[in-house]
């Protein structure tokens, strides 16, 4: 999979959107558009996240006016989730199954707002990411916005979405390991003095090695070498946690800093 950097997304994303619906000028905040799905059936069993948690998640968000374009990604690495364009160009109130390309199924309940033109929007999933959230409108602008913490929902189901009713805020879905997260974990390695045998023997193979998850779900994005080290950036494709990852290391690195989805460590 080719991922690209931010200085080309405008071009991609102007390729995925209808003309009418492109803000002009814009730098989006997230990295690859995923497939844009619409109104579709509820899908069956097999097509369903096959490591979804049991437990479903709830976020709730406003539009200022209805969208025409709507992209959903993890906010600390830019990633999409999951896309969805109206087929009726703008966004009416109802409920919509939205499949991402890697088959996972979210829920979105749209209903107008009281107050104005705008709408509330639900987004149900098995997945307890924080999100990034880009909006476009009609009249070629648009709203990007960073949600709140998911809510926890019980005895509910994706399917009877709409009847369910919120509970409590995940507190941490990054660190405490129990909900399910969507996209890949990204790791920033730098070394100070380290080789590309280095980066093998304590990066690479301890986490090919995992059984968590497959070592071809662990892909090497970058390495360059910087002076008498080098620096790296290794993806994991899992809905593990980050300290789960962080303890796979092998070479007792100094983490930098753990934010979300994202952990940066450190050689010496």
């Not at 619906?21 to 509820?42: D, F, L, R, W, Y």
């Not at 990066?203 to 662990?218: G, H, I, K, M």
């Amino acid at each position: 999979m080719l991922w690209l950097s931010l200085m080309v997304i405008p071009v991609l994303l102007a390729l995925h959107m209808p003309a009418p619906c492109v803000a002009g000028n814009t730098i989006p905040i997230i990295s690859e558009p995923a497939e844009k799905s619409t109104e579709k059936e509820a899908p069956s069993a097999p097509e369903s996240n096959q490591y979804a948690s049991p437990s479903l998640y709830q976020i709730n968000f406003s539009s200022a006016q209805p969208i025409c374009n709507l992209i959903i990604g993890e906010y600390s690495t830019g990633q999409i989730i999951a896309a969805w364009r109206p087929a009726s160009q703008i966004s009416a109130p109802g409920k919509y199954y939205v499949i991402a390309a890697s088959g996972e199924l979210f829920v979105l309940i749209i209903n107008n707002s009281i107050n104005g033109g705008g709408q509330l929007l639900s987004l149900f999933s098995r997945y307890a990411n924080r999100l990034r959230i880009r909006m476009d409108y009609p009249d070629k602008t648009f709203e990007e916005i960073l949600s709140a913490l998911p809510f926890t929902l019980h005895n509910c189901t994706l399917e009877a979405a709409e009847s369910c009713m919120p509970g409590t805020i995940v507190p941490d879905p990054y660190q405490n390991c129990n909900p399910s997260l969507s996209g890949f974990i990204e790791i920033i390695i730098t070394d100070s003095g380290g080789s590309w045998d280095k980066f093998k023997k304590n990066v690479v193979r301890p986490l090919q090695r995992a059984q968590e998850w497959l070592p071809s779900e662990v892909w090497l994005y970058l390495y360059q070498k910087v002076n008498k080290g080098y620096y790296a950036e290794v993806r994991i494709t899992t809905n593990q946690c980050i300290r789960l990852v962080a303890e796979k290391l092998q070479g007792n690195p100094t983490i930098l800093s753990s934010n979300g989805r994202q952990l940066n460590i450190h050689y010496r």
